[in-house]
């Protein structure tokens, strides 16, 4: 019991999550019966970001104001099961995620956007361009998951049915920071700060619980076979040192979609907006203002 209390640190409260000593504010908004928690910000077209599995709006912090200073409306939001937004025990399918995602821009009033998402955010973006392409201007597929890779080991463990209750006592500030250096090119970047703010709805309650649902229901290789038929202009961009979801798996994606172009970033990992802010962000908002590089058909850029 001793090592559970040593494991399970205290965590920071919701009142200082992210982006809490920021000019941004959140605010809630309830789709599909699920209570979201949404960052809203700026004036122009629509861009969504997406984030990926056990993490929060907190992995786009550096991408939000460059985004909106260039002229776009940002919508970031806590995912259903992560964050500080609900977490059912059901609701996790592929299809209900990307039925929340237009539920929620119905709230808004958003008739289109230009979707960005990170690693599990990357399936979910990419599956609401298959379902709904009228209302998807652009894509971005950032280190994505889909093709069937990029669970932890540790987050594989939370599905075996004996073993996977257990997993709410082994989940701590520790093995949150394990696994945020595990998912970086370069440990040494994160900060304890990070971890903090990763961890804080890692620790709440219900976690445990949205997570197991998650794992039981989303497909994590929804997309093979699949990408051929998204005809949406899709930036991919991938970390060369991601060892979660390895970048031979962003070549595949851009491979197989019909219009797109790879962005290849050599100083990141899996957590590339993160790791890379300032080349992500001239990269994304190339995209945005110009559309898909024409030359050369892949883009390879050597960042610090």
């Not at 998402?117 to 971005?140: K, N, Q």
């Amino acid at each position: 019991m001793a090592l559970l209390a040593a494991c399970r640190a205290a965590p920071i409260p919701e009142s200082r999550a992210f982006p809490a000593g920021t000019a941004l504010i959140t605010k809630f908004v309830t789709v599909d019966s699920s209570r979201l928690r949404v960052l809203d910000v700026g004036r122009g077209p629509a861009v969504v970001l997406v984030h990926g599995l056990a993490a929060s709006m907190y992995s786009w912090r550096y991408a939000i104001d460059p985004l909106a200073t260039a002229g776009y409306r940002v919508i970031a939001y806590d995912n259903r099961g992560f964050g500080f937004s609900d977490k059912p025990a059901s609701g996790y399918s592929n299809a209900a995620y990307v039925h929340l995602l237009f539920g929620l821009l119905d709230s808004l009033g958003v008739s289109d956007a230009v979707l960005v998402g990170h690693s599990m955010g990357g399936a979910i973006v990419a599956d609401a361009a298959l379902a709904r392409p009228e209302r998807v201007r652009g894509l971005v597929l950032v280190d994505a998951a889909g093709l069937g890779v990029g669970l932890p080991f540790m987050l594989r463990v939370a599905k075996w049915p004996i073993v996977g209750p257990l997993f709410d006592h082994l989940r701590g500030r520790d093995a949150t920071g394990r696994i945020l250096r595990a998912i970086y090119g370069n440990a040494s970047r994160v900060t304890d700060q990070d971890i903090d703010q990763y961890y804080a709805p890692i620790a709440l309650p219900d976690f445990g619980r949205g997570l197991r649902g998650i794992l039981r229901e989303f497909s994590f290789e929804d997309l093979k076979d699949r990408l051929g038929s998204i005809m949406t202009p899709t930036l991919v961009m991938w970390g060369t040192r991601d060892r979660l979801i390895p970048q031979q798996i962003g070549e595949r994606m851009a491979a197989e979609l019909p219009h797109s172009s790879l962005a290849r970033f050599q100083a990141a990992g899996h957590a590339l907006p993160e790791e890379s802010p300032e080349e992500f962000n001239r990269v994304l908002i190339g995209y945005l203002k110009s559309g898909l590089p024409v030359t050369p058909a892949n883009l390879a850029l050597s960042t610090r």
